[in-house]
């Protein structure tokens, strides 16, 4: 399993409680299974309508199952942001 960082950002961030953590994953549906595991609740409503990049690359409509995750990579959790 490859192991690195998700970043959580706005809405994501102040639900999670952190602003990062670890994943041990191989694809992202993995790590967001996870993520739902540690925080159920508000993160879990907040993923829902969130967009993800994997290092850097936006997933868009992707189903998750295929989105590998690299050893040492990045997760980002975006939510719907306000503004422009």
């Given amino acids: 399993m490859a192991q690195g960082t998700i970043r959580y950002w706005a809405a994501a961030k ?11 994953a191989d694809t992202l549906a ?6 739902r ?12 309508r969130s967009s993800f990049l994997v290092d850097g690359n936006p997933v868009g409509t992707r189903d998750h199952e295929t989105v590998r995750l690299a050893e ?5 959790v975006l939510p719907p942001f306000a503004g422009g």
């Fill in 72 to 76: 040492g990579g990045t997760v980002e």
């Fill in 14 to 24: 102040s639900a999670a409680g952190v602003a990062e953590e670890p994943y041990d």
């Fill in 30 to 35: 993995d790590a967001l299974a996870g993520v």
């Fill in 37 to 48: 595991t540690r925080h159920p609740g508000d993160l879990v409503r907040v993923l829902q």
